[in-house]
Structures are given as C-alpha cells and as structure tokens.
C-alpha cells in the first residue's frame, strides 16, 4: 500500500508521543528517522499514512503497539567496555569491598541490549569472585533490547574493547552457523538481572545502590527531565556511592549535590 510521506504536523505529533513516554526530547528536522524507522508499523497494519498510526497508538485499541512505538523511536547504540576509565573505577571499588568483606550493588540504568551490565558483571565476577556478594540490574525502557539483553548472544564486533582473558573466560564463541557471534555463559548471566523500568517515571522499589551507571541517555532528555531523572537516581545511591554518566555528558546545572570526582564520574556526599 503506498504510504503518504510524513507530514510537519504527524513528526510534532510523534514528538509528543516520545516526550510523554520516555521524556526523549526528539529534534526538529528528524521526519527521516522517525518515518523510516516506522514505516514497518504502517505496513504491518496496512495502514497508509503516519496519521492512521497515529490514531491506532491513541485509540489503544493496540496495548502492546505503544510499547513497540517506544522501541522504534529509542536509539539503543551500546558495546562492551565502552568508556574505559569507568571499568577501571570499578574494579577499584570491587577491590575495595573484597578486602572489607563487603557487597557491592550496581544499577545499569539505561542497560540497552546488556553490553554495560554484563561488562560490569565481568569486572565484578573477576575481581570479587564468581560467587560473591555482589549484584547487577539492568533496566531499559525498550522491552526488545531487554529482551535480547537476557538472551545474551551478541555479534562478535561488539566485543572489540573487551580484554581477551574475559571474552575466553565469561563467553562462547559461536561455531557453524553461529560463527562471528558470541554468548555469555550461562553463569554469569543468571548473576544478572534484568527489568522494565522507565527512568522519566516514579520508580519501583530497587533498594540502595553503590555505583549507578547513567551513560549515554540524558543526551536524549530536556533540561527539566535531566534534572528530575537525576534526582530521582541519586536517591537510590548510597552515601558515598559512585554516579557515573556518559563521557559527552556533564552534570552541571543538573545536580549540584554530588562530587565531581573526574569527568564523567561523581560521588554522593
Ligand atoms: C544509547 S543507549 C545507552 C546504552 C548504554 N548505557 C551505553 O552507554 O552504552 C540509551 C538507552 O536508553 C534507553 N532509554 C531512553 N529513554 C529511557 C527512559 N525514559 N527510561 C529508561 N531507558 C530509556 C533506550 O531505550 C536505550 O536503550
């Protein structure tokens, strides 16, 4: 069925329609985007112009099509050990908690596919130990990538920044027709958990955590979501904790109540 291009007015629409789902501040001049990466939407409804779509996600006579509308439209681009410097941070504090006999609880706040919380899962099972107390959640408003963060089976380009002694000890490489992919190990994936949970939303009960990983979302969300989304985090850091947020990311006029430690990297009083 021919599809009518996308009009000014179906884009402002779509752009509300992400900004009260997900506080996602979408662009002007991103028609482009937002038509290609739903056409498929259109088509699996036979549906011929952006406006019926409209409609159909309005009319909620589809429940579970807003949830696919929020996938479509989240950019979910990640890969393992991406921003090293917070890795080695990690490992330092995971040192420090084995020598006092601690736990340690890390939240992987916009985790996507599950790159960033199975490579702190890695640092964590590596320095403390398999067995030990420590934790991982990871939580994405996108129900495809959290799915596919469970299913943790990855192409193998995406591990490039991981250490070698890692990826032969917490992953399988794929054989045959899995060749150029790779699984994590059924171990250390159980030690991860993962769940639905929208950062521009109250939260669920999750409990305190020692580090919360921030990375590479606030860059989608207003000034005002920023500052309520970091708050809203900040609450369930520990005194002491460690918030750490996207490299091209910074906290300032967002938060002031915590420490700026290093770029990127903050401490809660
Ligand atoms: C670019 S990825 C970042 C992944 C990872 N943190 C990293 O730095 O590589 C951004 C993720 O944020 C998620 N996201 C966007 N808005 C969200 C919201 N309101 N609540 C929870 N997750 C959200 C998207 O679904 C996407 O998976």
Known sequence: M???????REFTQFQRFIYDAA??????????????????????YQLSSYG?????LESRSEPAELQMAVDLLTTNETYFFREPKHFALLRDLAQDARDKNRGLRVWSAASSSGEEPYSIAM???DVMGEDAAW??????????????ARRGHYPMERASQM?????????LKGQGSEAGTMLIERSLRQRVQFQHLNLNAPLPKIGQFDVIFLRNVMIYFSLETKRQVVARLLAQLRSGGHFLIGHSETLNDINDTVIAVAPSIYRKP
């Open 2 to 8: 021919p599809v009518t291009m996308i009009t000014e």
């Open 23 to 44: 506080g996602i501040t979408m662009a002007n001049g991103k028609q482009a985007l937002v038509s290609g990466r739903l056409a498929k939407r259109l088509a699996h």
């Open 52 to 56: 019926d779509y409209l409609k159909l």
């Open 123 to 125: 640092v964590l099972a």
């Open 135 to 148: 934790e991982v959640l990871g939580t994405d408003i996108s129900t495809r990538v959290l799915a596919s």
């Open 163 to 171: 250490p070698q002694a890692y990826l032969k000890r917490f992953c």
